[in-house]
């Protein structure tokens, strides 16, 4: 089993930045990819960034490409998804994800609300 525990998310107003971390542990984590999906209320979750599992390619939705950054920590068995210029659009519940090496997503953590509003 793999264990995700993500951290950072609040009330942020529109333009301003928050700074999403996830932390994963247990004896399944085999160091693949990780990514950070959201779901916003009324809508399906969808994938808004992910990493491979060196950190050498990067993928992002089209509505926070250069506004969003993903990395990770490999020593750590961290990700970190830092957002900028948030906007209202991007209000919704973020979470983290991993997937083992060749396979999809499967393991997902908890979630975080992140609002952005006036």
């Known amino acids: 089993q793999v264990h995700l525990v993500e951290s950072g998310g609040g009330l942020v107003q529109p333009g301003g930045s928050l700074r999403l971390s996830c932390a994963a542990s247990?004896?399944?984590?085999?160091?693949?990819?990780m990514g950070w999906f959201r779901q916003a209320p009324g809508k399906e979750r969808e994938l808004v960034a992910a990493?491979?599992?060196?950190?050498?390619?990067?993928y992002y939705v089209n509505t926070v490409k250069g506004r969003f950054t993903i990395s990770r920590d490999n020593a750590n068995d961290m990700v970190i998804l830092q957002m900028s210029r948030l906007q209202p659009e991007d209000t919704a519940v973020y979470y983290c994800?991993?997937?083992?090496?060749?396979?999809?997503?499967?393991?997902w953590g908890q979630g975080t609300q992140v609002t952005v509003s006036s």
């Open positions: 247990g004896r399944a984590f085999s160091g693949g990819r």
């Open positions: 990493i491979t599992e060196t950190g050498k390619y990067d």
């Open positions: 994800a991993v997937a083992p090496i060749g396979g999809s997503f499967q393991y």
